[in-house]
Nanobody, 114 residues
């Protein structure tokens, strides 16, 4: 049974930091590219960051320089370190495994507000 379980979301003030984690199970984690997406109310889901099986990464322009995605294949976990958070970063953040099949987590809420 495939599972992607996100954690680490919450309420943070502008300029603050959060670290999201996504624990994966039920599939060959190291064979999949991993990504974080987000969806704000009334908006489409968008790609935030991706880390490939090779370890190379790419980011949305809106988070470049503030967010860092990483993976630990030994722990079957992908992380998203989010710094200098802005109110416009408020969204539900989803972990995704990208391969022959695409898997999704249930999402974790991130709210940036004073």
């Amino acid at each position: 049974q495939v599972q992607l379980v996100e954690s680490g979301g919450g309420l943070v003030q502008p300029g603050g930091s959060l670290r999201l984690s996504c624990a994966a199970s039920g599939f060959a984690f190291s064979w999949y590219h991993m990504a974080w997406y987000r969806q704000a109310p009334g908006k489409q889901r968008e790609l935030v960051a991706r880390v490939r099986t090779t370890g190379t990464t790419d980011y949305a322009d809106s988070v470049q320089g503030r967010f860092t995605i990483s993976r630990d294949n030994a722990k079957n976990t992908v992380y998203l370190q989010m710094n200098s958070l802005k109110p416009e970063d408020t969204a539900v953040y989803y972990c995704s495994a990208l391969g022959g099949t695409v898997f999704w987590g249930q999402g974790t809420q991130v709210t940036v507000s004073s």
